[in-house]
Antibody, heavy 118, light 107 residues
Framework: EVQLVESGGGLVQPGGSLRLSCAAS????????MNWVRQAPGKGLEWVAY????????YYADSVKGRFIISRDNTKNSLYLQMNSLRVEDTAVYYC???????????WGHGTLVPVSS | AIQMTQSPSSLSASVGDRVTITCRAS??????LSWYQQKPGKAPKLLVY???RLQSGVPSRFTGSGSGTDFTLTISSLQPEDFATYYC?????????FGQGTRLEIK
């Protein structure tokens, strides 16, 4: 069974940093592209970042470029999102999602909440 | 960035109704579009990919169509479990962009 489990969320002050993790199991993690998607309270989905299976290609939403870093460790079946210079508007539930054939976001984690507030 | 305009933003319907949600891209995205269903407090669920391919396990009452800039998701006969929020997503280019969502409510 495919499982994606996010962790690392929690209250952080504006300007602070946080590192999210996504632990993958039940599939060959190293073969899958991965994404982070977020959802602010009561709002729609926003794509945040993408990383290729090998980690050689990375893309970011303009809203997080220069502040967030996506990475992966295929030996640990894990995806990460280092979030720096956090802003109130970064408050959201953060989901990790696989990207497979036809670029579909097939599997999603349950999400981890990141409130940014003083 | 490609903009995805989804309509309507909300919709009231009854069990058994046929409903259609549309998504318009700001430029040609071929068939690089997928549809997701999200229920409150839950992660999104993939319904349709490549504009019209039904994800395994998704009921056949869900149908996706379109190419280029105009896309639709149709639910042929609404079931109680279909009341949720629906999103389109373009995967033609980066940054990926979602539609703003359509909230489907019980009439």
């Amino acid at each position: 069974e495919v499982q994606l489990v996010e962790s690392g969320g929690g209250l952080v002050q504006p300007g602070g940093s946080l590192r999210l993790s996504c632990a993958a199991s039940g599939f060959t993690f190293s073969s899958f592209e991965m994404n982070w998607v977020r959802q602010a309270p009561g709002k729609g989905l926003e794509w945040v970042a993408y990383i290729s299976a090998s980690g050689s290609s990375i893309y970011y939403a303009d809203s997080v470029k220069g502040r967030f870093i996506i990475s992966r460790d295929n030996t640990k079946n894990s995806l990460y999102l280092q979030m720096n210079s956090l802003r109130v508007e970064d408050t959201a539930v953060y989901y990790c999602a696989t990207e497979s054939g036809y670029d579909r976001f097939e599997y999603w984690g349950h999400g981890t909440l990141v409130p940014v507030s003083s | 960035a490609i903009q995805m305009t989804q309509s309507p933003s909300s919709l009231s319907a009854s069990v058994g109704d046929r409903v259609t949600i549309t998504c318009r891209a700001s430029q040609d995205i071929r068939t690089d579009l997928s549809w997701y269903q999200q229920k409150p407090g839950k992660a999104p669920k993939l319904l349709v990919y490549d504009a019209s391919r039904l994800q395994s396990g998704v009921p056949s009452r869900f149908t996706g169509s379109g190419s280029g800039t105009d896309f639709t998701l149709t639910i042929s006969s609404l079931q109680p479990e279909d009341f949720a929020t629906y999103y389109c997503l373009q995967d033609y280019s980066f940054p990926r962009t979602f539609g703003q969502g359509t909230r489907l409510e019980i009439k």
